[in-house]
């Protein structure tokens, strides 16, 4: 930890103190950690942000987060960044009430805030866990990733396992979701906005670098509008419709492709109508390529007509039946979200409220450039 009280109580934040202070200290104050009051130890050297540390026999929760430089580091640049903007950060702000303590704290108009720095991978479970911990004492959390946290596989496609999904946030007035990371070592946030999750992990969105020194909470919590790219997109369509089936399929990879060979189906020349960006994907079980193929083959072409209530029954199956994004707000349906884009250019129209008509049948092609050229012609109809 950062921080310790000395034997009258008063904090001490060892690491932007000198080396001269340091030294003097380590001979002259006692130092003990602001949670169990047990004593604690001066730990500074080259290679390491000066910090207190329990003793080995500590029982003491807070001594077995297992904080490294890293972690450390980045907490210390952003209680200063908050610091420099004006706002009474406090570090390690314990919660008694819930039995957890954050990495930093702060109030914006009579709201509290804390910001968690995650820089290692936990379980999901135990984030959402910490999350509702403060949502339940009225305490907004903010979690921002480690720059170490990322993994790219294109310009704007991330890999999200799943603690970063279980961090998803949303503005209260926008269905799309982001993240914030930030590196210690580059001194620069990471912020992902516009999030299409996709599967398996993988994710299409809006990422911009922002130099710390430059940037304000307000402006990395502010909303933005960033564009979408169709060729992004169409890359990951490409992708899916070329890439080698895997020896290590998945459970529900597996189920899919022998889907796929019992309807005489081939990923490279499914409609152009599977795999489109929607808001919402967060509650899907399955990839969106999985899903949207089955609603499409195996609910739109069997009927002329249905009611809404039909396609939700019919595809619950790969509907998430407990939520894992404690941070999103919104009430968004990602099966009407994907109807919507059929209503748009008519190939289903809305006869009543939950009624709704199938005009032309979801076809296949008969190559791959085809595909490809529909692709892009559909991305262009729909004005994506």
């Known amino acids: 930890m950062l921080q310790a009280i000395n034997s009258e109580g008063k904090t001490c934040l060892i690491a932007l103190r000198s080396k001269a202070e340091i030294t003097k200290l380590k001979d002259t104050e006692s130092f003990y950690c602001p949670i169990c009051y047990e004593p604690v130890l001066i730990r500074a050297g080259a290679k390491q942000v000066a910090h207190f540390a329990h003793k080995r026999d500590s029982r003491c929760f807070s001594s077995m987060t297992g904080e490294g430089p890293y972690h450390q580091q980045g907490k210390l640049d952003l209680f200063q960044w908050l610091t420099n903007q004006g706002y009474q950060a406090k570090l390690e702000t314990y919660f008694k009430d819930i039995k957890q303590r954050a990495d930093l704290s702060f109030s914006i108009n009579q709201k509290q805030y804390v910001i968690e720095f995650q820089c290692a991978n936990i379980s999901p479970d135990i984030l959402i866990k910490r999350t509702l911990g403060f949502q339940s004492i009225k305490v907004n959390p903010l979690w921002i990733l480690g720059g170490n946290q990322i993994t790219r596989f294109s310009g704007q496609g991330l890999r999200l396992n799943m603690m970063a999904q279980a961090c998803l946030n949303q503005y209260p007035d926008d269905h799309s979701a982001w993240l914030t990371y930030y590196c210690p070592v580059a001194k620069q946030f990471a912020h992902y906005s516009a999030i299409a999750l996709i599967g398996d992990h993988k994710s299409y969105?809006?990422?911009?670098?922002?130099?710390?020194?430059?940037?304000?909470?307000?402006?990395?919590?502010?909303?933005?509008?960033?564009?979408?790219?169709?060729?992004?997109?169409?890359y990951l369509k490409r992708s899916f419709r070329t890439s080698p089936r895997s020896p290590r399929l998945s459970k529900s990879e597996k189920a899919f492709h022998k889907w796929l060979y019992q309807h005489s189906l081939h990923p490279s020349l499914l409609s152009s109508w599977v795999g489109l960006p929607v808001q919402?994907?967060?509650?899907?079980?399955?990839?969106?390529?999985?899903?949207?193929?089955?609603?499409?083959?195996?609910?739109?072409?069997?009927?002329?007509?249905?009611?809404?209530?039909?396609?939700?029954?019919?595809?619950?199956?790969?509907?998430?039946?407990?939520?894992?994004?404690?941070?999103?707000?919104?009430?968004?349906?990602?099966?009407?979200?994907?109807?919507?884009?059929?209503?748009?250019?008519?190939?289903?129209?809305?006869?009543?409220?939950?009624?709704?008509?199938?005009?032309?049948?979801?076809?296949?092609?008969?190559?791959?450039?085809?595909a490809l050229k529909k692709d892009q012609y559909l991305l262009k109809k729909l004005d994506l």
Not at 219 to 234: A, D, N, V
Not at 304 to 330: E, G, H, M, S
């Open 280 to 370: 919402g994907q967060w509650k899907m079980r399955v990839p969106i390529w999985h899903w949207q193929t089955i609603l499409c083959y195996g609910f739109l072409n069997g009927q002329q007509t249905f009611y809404y209530p039909q396609l939700k029954q019919f595809i619950a199956p790969y509907v998430k039946t407990i939520p894992q994004q404690p941070l999103v707000f919104q009430d968004i349906d990602p099966i009407k979200c994907y109807l919507n884009y059929f209503l748009k250019v008519k190939q289903i129209v809305k006869i009543t409220k939950d009624f709704y008509r199938v005009l032309y049948p979801i076809q296949t092609y008969q190559t791959l450039p085809i």
């Open 205 to 234: 969105g809006h990422l911009t670098f922002l130099e710390l020194r430059n940037s304000s909470l307000l402006e990395l919590l502010g909303k933005s509008k960033p564009p979408f790219i169709p060729s992004e997109w169409l």
